[in-house]
């Protein structure tokens, strides 16, 4: 059976904790990606960014550019070791509606694995296509609830 080690990404940009809201918004935009993991110096992961938590936790609280990152990261972790089984890392994604997983090993971020990389898999194209529409399920109605208000 195959695990997350087999599949994740692992030439993942990360940003410091001492690092500026801008400079995580402008690596987002340069590498095209939605995440960027949060380490010390020492490659601990401290938290993850997204581009929703730049918008709603710092733009659009009227924070500057200048605002360390750790003021908008998402610090509260879900996170797998290498070893996971997809099967695991695909339900953990279901059930915690996420669609990246950093993955750590000692404490130090090794790398990222995502629904994507989790439905190229024939031993977890099931589970990841579940995921996946739970995820998006749960974000509809959301977003239907809001639009109602």
Known sequence: MKS???????????????????????KMSELNVGIIPIVDNEQNLMGVVTDRDLVLRGYAQKKSGSTQ????????L???SPDTSLQEASQ???????????????????????LGDLSQQEESDHAAGVALGEISEREGNRFDQQRKM
Do not use: F, H, W
């Open 4 to 26: 997350v080690r087999d599949i994740m990404t692992t030439d993942v940009s990360s940003c410091k904790t001492d690092d500026n809201i801008y400079e995580a918004a402008r």
């Open 69 to 76: 990152i750790t003021e908008v990261m998402s610090d509260e």
């Open 78 to 80: 879900i996170s797998v």
């Open 92 to 114: 953990i994604m279901a059930d915690k509606q996420i669609r990246r997983l950093p993955v750590v090993e000692n404490g130090k971020l090794t790398g990222i694995v995502s």
